[in-house]
């Protein structure tokens, strides 16, 4: 188990020293930040001072050594357009990522199991077109629709919930909806399937001739066996919704890390581009890991194999 | 599970109640969410001129301005200024007893401090290269007056430190920056304006408290006044619903449901101009645009009030001369006679391009992009291309966005595109400015017109102490802009800010990147 975790470990740190080069190149392949931070009538001196002070003006190669080697101290370098270090920029935003993640990936897992279990025991049924019409409509409505529908009636028509920003509990509703509901939709798809296939099983079949009560034989006998795709499922989905949720984030006035990257994408903020993505990469490295170890608790075959 | 069902209602049903609106907001707050926030950086020194929205609530100008824009003896540090005879000395008087938010006394020291740092190599504000220009020393004989010494007479010194143009008159506060450093002020700004910092949030908020009484306000109205940022315009107008924000500004598309439904919308009337340049090459203008009937054919080609109409919902203007911002028009004496306004005429057009040798046509590209404040920006640059077509000019729309469009006209990697910008509308000094930059060949890197008498005027400008005579001279520059057909004036274009029904009168005025949030606090 130990050498397994050892070698993932080895291969996402080679990941992301491939992946540092990679954003290090194409930040500044894309344009010159200081077309965005200088006003339009700035001289030619105006430029030359900004790129001498922001150190824009040493070649590539120490201006890469310089950010890697602060980079593994934690220090990501002072972004080019708010002017303040970039690893204060991650802790204000990082936190709000997660917490909405977090928060979408609970309403999802509260939906998408009852869904997905009621689907295969009731196959056919009315719970199953019902279930299979949400899983079709979350996975086919683009985000920024939902994300656009919701804000315009359930906020601002309807005005049950806030429209934006992250200062209560109820803020995290509309966006956390928007975002669970792609997932609902995949998760109790493939928890269906499992399900059809373990309650087909001969050991549920047993289970069941030797009087085991039919809630006990679905709940935990087949449920737990039909987890493994769902629990892989979950921990990329998780990793995905803190770093990939910019649509959500704009439309919702979400101060998370997807408006960070974005914003850095847009004004060509070196710095937090990298810090972003490194940051992301981290966390869905991490996220992958911890599911691996996750798959050898629940199936213990696994943790032989390497 | 009929239990379970009760606690899922219940819990949403306080969910809702908690959310509602009449619990949102106190009444002792203002909150304006705005769709950009710039670059969010809260030092005045590190900013272009965006920032003043929310700066111009915490940092007092040297020089004051009225929301229409004219200097203001009331609104700023100085209570009065005066020049020497030959206007190569300005010598301002300063306000007594103002405090910063740290409780230290605003003396001359501050002013000079503030300038000097305005015009250090760190600044990246919109004027810092025309002050490092003119300013050849800064005086303080005593703690309530500072002597501006200038390198050459000119009048426009007062204008570059009010509150008409960028961040530069801003009054810094020198013992506190030199003790805490330029980062810790960046983090926590200290100024003498009526709200002090409380927090800031990049990405989310900014937000102030009101001081105990200020110079100029007396005791805020509000006690606390939050800028939110707010991309997504659906969200903007929820959050006026609401009652969750007071001052947005919205989309010229949404004012007529916005106003039926009981909400003041306020017009900053030809806030910019939408205005259209061919990229110069390393010697200047290239063919075919080199010819001026080209430039005059591209010009006649547009339907402007169609344009006006359709692109920006009526809440537009045709525009005439090119830079013309007619916000400086009146101050200079300049009148948009009927002759000089573009009409549309495809014949004549047409007729120009053959005159021209271009019969057949030619390919123009033309960049498309967004900008802030402009999300019309790719419909406007596929209209204009589309017009073009009909007088046989093949338009090659490149889209972009605006950082890689700069670099091709700064690079002058591009001759003859065509790119645009809403230029902000400003007072003749920023007019100036402008040209300066842009009309003016040895600026270089902005350049767009190369045109020798025009440089000739504008190098005057600066130096001339008349002001009849540098009236006369602005009339000229823009009278030879519009005869020689220097770039696409379009439209003028009107900005609307929403409020709330209960927010009551609101001028958010005519300069440039301002609202003047800071008058809604007066009681």
Same mark, same amino acid.
């Given at each position: 188990?130990?050498?397994?975790?050892?070698?993932?470990?080895?291969?996402?740190?080679?990941?992301?020293?491939?992946?540092s080069?990679?954003?290090?190149?194409?930040?500044?392949?894309?344009?010159?930040?200081?077309?965005?931070? $200088?006003?339009?009538?700035?001289?030619e001196?105006d430029? %030359?001072?900004?790129? *001498?002070?922001? =150190?824009l /003006? !040493?070649?590539?190669?120490?201006?890469?050594f310089?950010?890697?080697?602060?980079?593994?101290?934690?220090?990501?370098?002072?972004?080019?357009?708010?002017?303040?270090?970039?690893?204060?920029?991650?802790?204000?935003?990082l936190?709000?990522s997660?917490k909405?993640?977090?928060?979408?990936?609970g309403?999802? $897992?509260?939906?998408?199991?009852?869904?997905?279990?009621? %689907?295969?025991?009731? *196959?056919?049924? =009315?719970? /199953? !077109?019902?279930a299979?019409?949400?899983?079709v409509l979350?996975?086919?409505?683009?985000t920024?629709?939902?994300?656009?529908?919701?804000?315009e009636?359930?906020?601002?028509?309807?005005?049950?919930?806030p429209?934006?920003?992250?200062?209560?509990?109820?803020?995290?509703?509309?966006?956390?909806?928007?975002?669970?509901?792609?997932?609902?939709?995949?998760?109790?798809?493939?928890?269906?399937?499992?399900?059809?296939?373990?309650l087909?099983?001969?050991?549920?079949?047993l289970?069941?001739?030797?009087?085991?009560?039919?809630?006990?034989?679905?709940?935990?006998?087949?449920?737990?066996?039909?987890?493994?795709?769902?629990?892989?499922?979950?921990?990329?989905?998780?990793a995905?919704?803190?770093?990939t949720?910019?649509?959500?984030?704009t439309v919702?006035?979400?101060?998370?890390?997807?408006r960070?990257?974005y914003?850095?994408?847009?004004?060509?903020?070196?710095?937090v581009?990298?810090?972003?993505?490194?940051?992301?990469?981290?966390?869905?490295?991490?996220?992958?890991?911890?599911?691996?170890?996750?798959?050898?608790?629940i199936?213990?075959?696994?943790?032989?194999?390497? | 599970?009929?239990s379970?069902?009760?606690?899922?209602?219940?819990?949403?049903?306080?969910?809702?109640?908690?959310?509602?609106?009449?619990?949102?907001?106190?009444?002792?707050?203002?909150?304006?969410?705005?769709?950009?926030?710039?670059?969010?950086?809260?030092?005045?020194?590190?900013q272009?001129?965006n920032?003043?929205?929310?700066?111009?609530?915490?940092f007092?100008?040297?020089?004051?301005?009225?929301?229409d824009?004219?200097?203001?003896?009331?609104?700023?540090?100085?209570?009065?200024?005066e020049?020497?005879?030959?206007?190569?000395?300005?010598?301002?008087?300063?306000?007594?007893?103002?405090?910063f938010?740290?409780?230290?006394?605003?003396t001359?020291?501050?002013v000079k401090?503030?300038?000097q740092?305005?015009?250090?190599?760190?600044?990246?504000?919109?004027?810092?290269?025309?002050?490092?220009t003119?300013?050849a020393d800064?005086?303080?004989?005593?703690?309530?007056?500072?002597v501006?010494?200038?390198?050459?007479?000119?009048?426009?010194?007062?204008?570059?430190?009010?509150?008409?143009?960028?961040?530069?008159?801003?009054?810094?506060?020198?013992?506190?920056?030199?003790?805490?450093?330029d980062?810790?002020?960046?983090?926590?700004?200290?100024?003498?304006?009526?709200y002090k910092?409380?927090?800031q949030?990049?990405?989310?908020?900014?937000?102030?408290?009101?001081?105990?009484?200020?110079?100029?306000?007396?005791?805020?109205?509000?006690?606390?006044?939050?800028?939110?940022?707010?991309?997504?315009?659906t969200?903007?107008?929820?959050?006026?619903?609401?009652g969750?924000?007071?001052?947005?500004?919205?989309?010229?598309?949404?004012?007529?449901?916005?106003?039926?439904?009981g909400?003041?919308v306020h017009?900053?009337?030809?806030?910019?101009?939408?205005h259209?340049?061919?990229i110069?090459?390393?010697?200047?203008?290239?063919p075919?645009?080199?010819?001026?009937?080209?430039?005059?054919?591209?010009?006649?080609?547009?339907?402007?009030?169609?344009i006006?109409?359709?692109?920006?919902g009526?809440?537009?203007e045709?525009?005439?001369?090119p830079?013309g911002?007619?916000?400086?028009f009146?101050?200079?004496?300049?009148?948009?006679?009927?002759?000089?306004?573009y009409?549309?005429?495809?014949?004549?057009?047409?007729?120009?391009?053959?005159?021209?040798g271009?019969?057949?046509?030619?390919t123009?590209?033309?960049?498309?992009f967004?900008?802030?404040?402009?999300?019309?920006?790719?419909?406007?640059?596929?209209?204009?291309?589309?017009?073009?077509?009909?007088?046989?000019?093949?338009?090659?729309?490149?889209?972009?966005?605006?950082?890689?469009?700069?670099?091709?006209?700064?690079?002058?990697k591009?001759?003859?595109?065509?790119?645009?910008?809403?230029?902000?509308?400003?007072?003749?000094?920023?007019?100036?400015?402008?040209?300066?930059?842009?009309?003016?060949?040895?600026?270089?890197?902005?350049?767009?017109?190369n045109d020798?008498?025009?440089?000739?005027?504008?190098?005057?400008v600066?130096?001339?102490?008349?002001?009849?005579?540098?009236?006369?001279?602005?009339?000229?520059?823009?009278?030879?802009?519009?005869?020689e057909?220097?770039?696409?004036p379009?439209?003028?274009?009107?900005?609307p800010?929403?409020?709330?029904k209960?927010?009551?009168?609101y001028?958010?005025?005519?300069?440039m990147?301002?609202l003047?949030?800071d008058?809604?606090?007066?009681?």
């Open positions: 188990m130990l050498r397994f975790v050892l070698f993932r470990l080895l291969q996402s740190l080679v990941a992301l020293a491939i992946l080069v990679v954003v290090f190149v194409l930040a500044r392949a894309t344009g010159d930040p200081l077309h965005m931070i $200088l006003p339009m009538n700035a001289s001196e430029y %030359a001072n900004a790129r *001498k002070y922001l =150190g /003006d !040493r070649p590539y190669v120490e201006q890469y310089s950010f890697v080697g602060r980079a593994v101290t934690g220090d990501f370098g002072t972004s080019i357009r708010a002017r303040r270090p970039v690893i204060e920029l991650l802790r204000e935003r936190p709000n997660l909405l993640a977090a928060f979408a990936m309403a999802s $897992l509260a939906i998408a199991f009852p869904l997905g279990v009621m %689907a295969a025991v009731k *196959k056919g049924t =009315g719970v /199953d !077109r019902a299979q019409i949400v899983a979350g996975q086919s409505l683009p920024f629709w939902v994300a656009i529908v919701l804000v009636f359930v906020a601002g028509r309807w005005q049950w919930l429209a934006g920003g992250a200062d209560s509990l109820a803020s995290y509703v509309l966006p956390g909806l928007t975002l669970g509901w792609f997932v609902v939709a995949g998760m109790m798809r493939l928890l269906r399937s499992g399900m059809l296939e373990v087909d099983s001969e050991y549920v079949k289970a069941r001739l030797k009087g085991v009560a039919e809630r006990k034989v679905v709940w935990v006998h087949a449920l737990k066996n039909a987890l493994i795709p769902v629990v892989t499922f979950a921990g990329i989905y998780f995905i919704l803190v770093t949720a910019i649509v959500v984030e919702f006035a979400w101060p998370g890390l997807g960070l990257a914003d850095g994408i847009t004004s060509r903020d070196f710095p581009i990298q810090a972003v993505v490194l940051t992301t990469a981290t966390i869905v490295a991490a996220v992958n890991l911890g599911v691996d170890c996750l798959y050898a608790v199936d213990p075959r696994i943790r032989y194999s390497r | 599970m009929k379970t069902t009760r606690i899922i209602v219940t819990s949403l049903l306080l969910l809702i109640a908690v959310a509602s609106p009449a619990w949102a907001q106190a009444k002792s707050e203002l909150t304006v969410a705005l769709s950009s926030f710039s670059a969010e950086t809260l030092d005045p020194a590190l272009g001129h920032v003043k929205y929310y700066l111009s609530l915490m007092d100008y040297l020089v004051g301005v009225t929301p824009g004219q200097p203001s003896q009331a609104g700023g540090l100085a209570s009065k200024w020049s020497s005879a030959d206007h190569r000395r300005w010598t301002f008087h300063l306000r007594k007893g103002v405090k938010h740290d409780g230290s006394d605003m001359s020291e501050d401090f503030s300038l740092r305005a015009m250090s190599k760190r600044s990246t504000t919109g004027y810092a290269g025309p002050l490092r003119l300013i800064i005086e303080t004989p005593a703690p309530d007056r500072v501006i010494v200038l390198k050459e007479s000119t009048l426009i010194i007062p204008t570059y430190l009010s509150r008409s143009l960028s961040t530069e008159g801003m009054v810094l506060p020198k013992k506190y920056i030199e003790a805490n450093g980062d810790v002020f960046a983090r926590k700004p200290v100024g003498t304006g009526p910092f409380v927090e949030v990049v990405g989310s908020h900014i937000k102030m408290t009101a001081v105990d009484n200020h110079w100029r306000i007396g005791v805020p109205k509000y006690k606390n006044v939050t800028f939110k940022l707010v991309p997504e315009e969200t903007r107008i929820a959050l006026l619903r609401r969750e924000a007071d001052v947005a500004d919205v989309s010229r598309e949404r004012v007529k449901e916005l106003e039926k439904e909400f003041p017009m900053r009337r030809e806030e910019a101009i939408i259209m340049w061919w110069l090459g390393p010697e200047g203008r290239t075919p645009t080199r010819d001026k009937r080209v430039r005059e054919a591209l010009n006649l080609a547009i339907d402007r009030a169609e006006a109409q359709s692109i920006f009526g809440y537009a045709p525009a005439a001369i830079m911002l007619s916000w400086a009146k101050e200079v004496g300049f009148k948009v006679t009927p002759e000089m306004a009409p549309y005429d495809v014949a004549r057009a047409k007729k120009l391009l053959a005159d021209a271009y019969a057949g046509g030619f123009q590209d033309v960049y498309a967004q900008l802030p404040g402009f999300a019309e920006g790719k419909s406007f640059a596929e209209a204009v291309a589309g017009y073009w077509e009909k007088i046989g000019v093949k338009s090659k729309l490149i889209p972009v966005d605006y950082p890689a469009f700069r670099k091709q006209w700064v690079d002058r591009a001759p003859g595109a065509v790119g645009y910008y809403n230029i902000a509308n400003r007072d003749w000094i920023g007019t100036y400015a402008l040209l300066e930059k842009q009309a003016y060949t040895p600026s270089k890197l902005n350049d767009t017109v020798p008498e025009i440089d000739g005027m504008i190098a005057q600066m130096r001339q102490t008349d002001r009849e005579k540098i009236n006369a001279l602005m009339r000229n520059i823009y009278t030879r802009m519009r005869s057909h220097h770039g696409v379009v439209v003028y274009v009107h900005s800010y929403a409020t709330s209960t927010l009551g009168k001028n958010p005025g005519a300069v990147y301002d003047f949030i008058e809604l606090a007066r009681k």
